[in-house]
């Protein structure tokens, strides 16, 4: 009764689209999570931005991959989730920022990417209003969008279901047993488990998960914090990331979600390291400062609230994916650096694919990116 084909460790931005790729190819799987239902820890916190605006082929094809199953969702199961081909822009106040994009550009065309420069006076068009004092113009990615973490969770997680997934909520893992090179059972707080497969895709929890069976990951949280405003009339059209350092804060970015709510995130410099959810008092003045500077017209926006979560980071920016060299049975999903919703409906697909031994050649040079053994020296642009 308790032995399963895979058991997925954490009901999260990854470990449900997985449960769905495996699910609906008849693969027994188990989902164990300690907390109540899916999408608890940082799923609900992200903002809901989706992008394939990548710097390297593996998050690119997963990203590109990850837009076609948000895009399509609706239409294949009937599920309003939010989906919105609002586009990503990167606008460039300096002659650095726009050299680096348009470099980046180049490559991203060659992985087939719809992205384009776009001068001050179009970009005054996509966001009327915005500072163009200093503009030099914008990328532009039309078919990047956004979806509500909420809807799109619970609508994989359901669709899990029907296709035969098995959740179990309030239900700690406390223990890994393995002989060999393989794990043999799952304890948990309530019971034993036993499969054929194990996926570490515990977020935050990964690094805890690893010690248990003798592995070190390099996968450390940091906390960010987001913001939600009324929802008004559409008045912009793409994200707006800005890349511009200040004082304590690194990047910025936001965007206008599907019900006209201005949703918006901050990065702060330096990272600030733990699991600590509290919301602050200093987020919301330090980036309303620089996004009215930036964009006068959100000055008379009322907020409704903030919160706060993390991104579990590895050194380079880039998730940890794949087979454990020492486990034979395991497989690291790990380390999403804060885009693990919008890697993975992608992301679970290409797992299920090393699961069932049907990786291709792009699949393969997908996880390279991804390569638990890579030597963290790189570095992904403007993650």
Known sequence: MNNYDVIIIGAGSVGVPLALSLSEKKINTLVIDEL???????????????????????????SQRSIEIFSTWQERFGDDIGWLANGYSFPAYCERDEKNLKDLMKLQHQFGLNINWVSPEEYNELVPGINMRGLRGSTFSPEDGSASPLLAINAFYFQSKKFGAEYHFNEKVIAIEQENDRITKVVTEKENYSAGFVVNAAGNQAREIAKMIGLEIPVNPDSHEGAITEPVQRFFGPMVVDMRPSKDSANYYFYQNNEGQVVFCITPAPPIIGKDNDATSIFLPQVAKRMIDLYPRLANLKVRRTWRGQYPM?????????KSQEISNLINAVGMCGQGFMLGPGLGELIAKIILNELDDDDLKALQSFDPYRDFSGMEQFK
């Open 314 to 322: 590895t050194p380079d920016g880039f998730p940890i994916v794949g």
């Open 36 to 62: 109540s239902s899916p999408g608890q820890s940082n799923n609900k916190k992200a903002i809901g931005g989706i992008r394939a605006t990548h710097s390297d082929f593996g998050k690119i094809k997963v």
